[in-house]
Protein backbone atom coordinates (compact mmCIF):
# COMPACT_ATOMS: atom_id res chain seq x y z
CA UNK A 1 0.00 0.00 0.00
CA UNK A 2 1.16 3.99 -0.52
CA UNK A 3 0.21 6.68 1.42
CA UNK A 4 0.49 10.50 0.42
CA UNK A 5 1.30 11.99 3.65
CA UNK A 6 0.48 15.98 3.91
CA UNK A 7 1.33 18.35 6.48
CA UNK A 8 -0.76 21.21 5.05
CA UNK A 9 0.20 24.39 4.75
CA UNK A 10 0.10 27.71 1.65
CA UNK A 11 3.58 28.88 1.96
CA UNK A 12 5.24 25.45 3.10
CA UNK A 13 3.28 22.02 2.12
CA UNK A 14 5.06 18.91 3.69
CA UNK A 15 5.10 16.23 1.40
CA UNK A 16 5.57 12.53 1.56
CA UNK A 17 4.76 9.14 -0.10
CA UNK A 18 5.54 6.03 2.17
CA UNK A 19 5.16 2.13 0.70
CA UNK A 20 4.35 -0.72 2.94
CA UNK A 21 6.89 -4.02 1.71
CA UNK A 22 5.28 -6.45 0.70
CA UNK A 23 7.64 -9.10 2.23
CA UNK A 24 7.33 -7.34 6.07
CA UNK A 25 10.69 -6.13 6.02
CA UNK A 26 11.96 -2.94 5.08
CA UNK A 27 15.75 -3.63 3.01
CA UNK A 28 16.80 -0.55 4.73
CA UNK A 29 15.64 -1.23 8.00
CA UNK A 30 17.62 -0.26 11.03
CA UNK A 31 19.45 -2.77 13.16
CA UNK A 32 17.60 -1.43 15.90
CA UNK A 33 14.07 -3.02 14.50
CA UNK A 34 13.21 -0.59 11.68
CA UNK A 35 10.17 -0.88 10.16
CA UNK A 36 7.98 -2.29 6.84
CA UNK A 37 6.72 1.45 5.97
CA UNK A 38 9.77 2.80 3.36
CA UNK A 39 10.30 6.63 2.01
CA UNK A 40 9.57 7.02 -1.69
CA UNK A 41 9.50 10.47 -1.96
CA UNK A 42 9.41 13.45 0.59
CA UNK A 43 9.68 17.25 0.41
CA UNK A 44 8.83 20.39 1.84
CA UNK A 45 7.35 22.36 -1.23
CA UNK A 46 7.51 26.12 -0.92
CA UNK A 47 4.93 29.03 -2.46
CA UNK A 48 5.99 32.71 -2.59
CA UNK A 49 4.85 35.10 -0.66
CA UNK A 50 4.88 37.32 -3.55
CA UNK A 51 2.26 35.52 -5.83
CA UNK A 52 -1.45 35.57 -5.29
CA UNK A 53 -3.05 33.52 -3.17
CA UNK A 54 -5.49 32.09 -5.96
CA UNK A 55 -1.94 31.60 -7.86
CA UNK A 56 -0.42 29.83 -4.95
CA UNK A 57 -3.47 27.38 -4.36
CA UNK A 58 -3.08 26.40 -8.28
CA UNK A 59 0.76 25.89 -7.77
CA UNK A 60 0.24 23.04 -4.62
CA UNK A 61 -3.15 21.73 -6.65
CA UNK A 62 -0.40 20.91 -9.66
CA UNK A 63 2.27 19.68 -6.79
CA UNK A 64 -0.27 17.76 -4.88
CA UNK A 65 -1.16 15.91 -8.80
CA UNK A 66 2.26 15.74 -10.81
CA UNK A 67 3.06 13.55 -6.93
CA UNK A 68 -0.25 11.20 -7.16
CA UNK A 69 0.26 10.67 -10.98
CA UNK A 70 4.40 9.71 -10.23
CA UNK A 71 3.71 7.69 -7.33
CA UNK A 72 0.09 6.51 -7.56
CA UNK A 73 -1.16 6.47 -3.54
CA UNK A 74 -3.85 4.53 -2.78
CA UNK A 75 -4.49 7.06 0.60
CA UNK A 76 -4.16 10.45 1.42
CA UNK A 77 -3.24 10.92 4.73
CA UNK A 78 -3.79 14.46 5.78
CA UNK A 79 -3.36 16.75 8.94
CA UNK A 80 -7.21 17.88 10.35
CA UNK A 81 -6.58 21.59 11.38
CA UNK A 82 -6.23 22.86 15.36
CA UNK A 83 -7.51 26.46 16.11
CA UNK A 84 -5.41 28.69 16.33
CA UNK A 85 -5.15 31.94 17.00
CA UNK A 86 -4.72 33.63 13.62
CA UNK A 87 -8.09 32.76 11.88
CA UNK A 88 -6.65 34.63 8.57
CA UNK A 89 -4.11 31.89 8.60
CA UNK A 90 -6.22 28.77 9.41
CA UNK A 91 -8.90 30.11 6.58
CA UNK A 92 -6.02 29.87 4.16
CA UNK A 93 -4.62 26.95 5.70
CA UNK A 94 -8.19 25.31 5.40
CA UNK A 95 -8.54 26.63 1.14
CA UNK A 96 -4.90 24.83 0.88
CA UNK A 97 -6.17 21.56 2.53
CA UNK A 98 -8.82 22.10 0.36
CA UNK A 99 -6.98 21.92 -3.20
CA UNK A 100 -4.97 18.73 -1.58
CA UNK A 101 -8.05 16.48 -0.96
CA UNK A 102 -9.65 17.99 -4.07
CA UNK A 103 -6.73 16.90 -6.29
CA UNK A 104 -6.60 13.50 -3.91
CA UNK A 105 -10.39 12.48 -4.81
CA UNK A 106 -10.16 13.15 -8.36
CA UNK A 107 -7.39 10.76 -8.20
CA UNK A 108 -10.04 8.18 -6.44
CA UNK A 109 -7.45 8.24 -3.10
CA UNK A 110 -9.18 6.71 -0.08
CA UNK A 111 -8.62 10.14 2.59
CA UNK A 112 -7.38 9.45 5.91
CA UNK A 113 -7.41 12.54 8.39
CA UNK A 114 -5.74 12.63 12.00
CA UNK A 115 -5.67 15.45 14.14
CA UNK A 116 -2.43 16.36 15.89
CA UNK A 117 -2.78 14.61 18.90
CA UNK A 118 -3.48 10.69 16.98
CA UNK A 119 -0.26 11.67 15.04
CA UNK A 120 1.67 12.01 18.56
CA UNK A 121 0.67 8.95 19.65
CA UNK A 122 0.80 6.89 16.52
CA UNK A 123 4.41 7.83 16.03
CA UNK A 124 5.04 8.53 19.97
CA UNK A 125 2.99 6.64 22.24
CA UNK A 126 2.52 9.90 23.64
CA UNK A 127 -0.44 12.31 22.68
CA UNK A 128 1.12 15.34 24.08
CA UNK A 129 4.29 14.83 22.61
CA UNK A 130 6.61 17.82 21.54
CA UNK A 131 8.43 18.36 18.29
CA UNK A 132 11.41 17.29 18.93
CA UNK A 133 10.46 14.01 20.12
CA UNK A 134 8.23 12.96 16.70
CA UNK A 135 11.23 14.02 14.84
CA UNK A 136 13.23 11.74 16.50
CA UNK A 137 10.84 8.94 16.54
CA UNK A 138 10.36 9.21 12.93
CA UNK A 139 13.54 9.26 12.02
CA UNK A 140 13.63 5.74 13.60
CA UNK A 141 10.70 4.54 12.58
CA UNK A 142 11.45 5.14 8.73
CA UNK A 143 15.11 5.56 6.84
CA UNK A 144 15.29 9.06 5.86
CA UNK A 145 18.24 10.91 5.00
CA UNK A 146 20.05 13.19 7.44
CA UNK A 147 19.65 16.43 5.49
CA UNK A 148 16.19 15.93 5.40
CA UNK A 149 15.69 18.52 8.48
CA UNK A 150 12.10 20.38 7.02
CA UNK A 151 9.61 20.51 10.05
CA UNK A 152 6.82 19.90 7.14
CA UNK A 153 8.50 16.94 5.68
CA UNK A 154 9.17 14.87 8.38
CA UNK A 155 5.42 16.07 9.92
CA UNK A 156 4.42 14.65 6.30
CA UNK A 157 6.17 11.63 7.05
CA UNK A 158 4.74 11.28 10.35
CA UNK A 159 1.27 11.44 8.87
CA UNK A 160 1.69 8.99 6.73
CA UNK A 161 2.71 6.53 9.02
CA UNK A 162 -0.38 7.38 11.11
CA UNK A 163 -2.49 6.40 8.03
CA UNK A 164 -0.65 2.90 7.97
CA UNK A 165 -1.34 2.62 11.71
CA UNK A 166 -4.91 2.86 11.46
CA UNK A 167 -5.66 1.38 8.01
CA UNK A 168 -4.19 -2.17 8.83
Known amino acids: MRILGIDPGFERLGI??????????????????????RVLFSE????????????????????????????KPEVLAIETLF????????????????VVIYEAAQAGLQIFEASPPQIKI???????ADKMQ???MVKILVNIDEDKKSDDE?????IA???FAHLK
Open 16 to 37: AVLEKNKSGKSPSAKSYGGTME
Open 44 to 71: CFKTSAKLEFSERLRLIGEEVKKIIKEY
Open 83 to 98: LNTNQKTVMRVAEARG
Open 122 to 128: ATTGYGR
Open 134 to 136: IIK
Open 154 to 158: LDAIA
Open 161 to 163: LTA
